[in-house]
Nanobody, 124 residues
Framework: QVQLVESGGGLVEAGGSLRLSCTASGRTLSSRAMGWFRQASGKEREFVAAISPSGGSTRYTDSVKGRFSISRNNPKNTLYLQMNSLKPEDTAVYYC?????????????????WGQGTQVTVSS
């Protein structure tokens, strides 16, 4: 079993930056693909960014390309999401997810483990 805990969310003005972290316990993340997803109020959870087990491959949803960067530190069992140039439409609860698959995963149905989420609010 894998337990995931997100941190780093908060309130920021448009144009600002935040760095989210996701720390795992229970079992190593080094063999697992991971990703960030978000869910705005009244909407379905959607894909944001994903990374392969080695960190060599990444994928982003179009709306965050050039602004967000996903990375991981396998020895520390930690996943990161650096978010720059934040916009009000980025406001959502952000979830960390891990998959037992060893390829980049970009859909919620391919995630096997979820964190509890961290709120990101971007004011205009």
């Amino acid at each position: 079993q894998v337990q995931l805990v997100e941190s780093g969310g908060g309130l920021v003005e448009a144009g600002g930056s935040l760095r989210l972290s996701c720390t795992a316990s229970g079992r190593t993340l080094s063999s697992r693909a991971m990703g960030w997803f978000r869910q705005a109020s009244g909407k379905e959870r959607e894909f944001v960014a994903a990374i392969s087990p080695s960190g060599g491959s990444t994928r982003y949803t179009d709306s965050v390309k050039g602004r967000f960067s996903i990375s991981r530190n396998n020895p520390k069992n930690t996943l990161y999401l650096q978010m720059n140039s934040l916009k009000p439409e980025d406001t959502a609860v952000y979830y960390c997810g891990a998959s037992d698959r060893n390829m980049v995963v970009a859909t919620t149905r391919m995630i096997d483990y979820w964190g509890q989420g961290t709120q990101v609010t971007v004011s205009s």
